[in-house]
């Protein structure tokens, strides 16, 4: 997964330099490929924090999940019960 991460962050890093040194882009508007290489870092940036946060969830329900089956091993055969 980690490798994987890098080698994304490698492929991104070289788009965006291509985005930001691209003279057909810069001839519709100076800066347009700065801004977009900007909103494109701002959008991964936000799907990297959102993954983030629901292996975090994940991870707290499954804690949570078996502290409960631990502490209450006849209730938590009941599945509403888990659940809730």
């Known amino acids: 997964k980690r490798v994987q991460a890098q080698l994304n962050i490698e492929y991104n890093e070289r788009i965006f330099a291509a985005i930001e040194n691209s003279r057909e882009i810069a001839e519709l508007s100076p800066n347009l490929g700065d801004l977009l290489v900007a909103q494109a870092r701002s959008i991964l940036t936000m799907k990297s924090i959102a993954e983030q946060l629901n292996e975090n969830l994940d991870n707290h329900l499954k804690t949570t999940r078996e502290k409960l089956i631990h502490e209450h ?12």
Not at 73 to 84: E, F, H, L, N, Q
């Open 73 to 84: 091993p006849i209730k938590s055969k009941i599945a509403r019960w888990i659940d809730r």
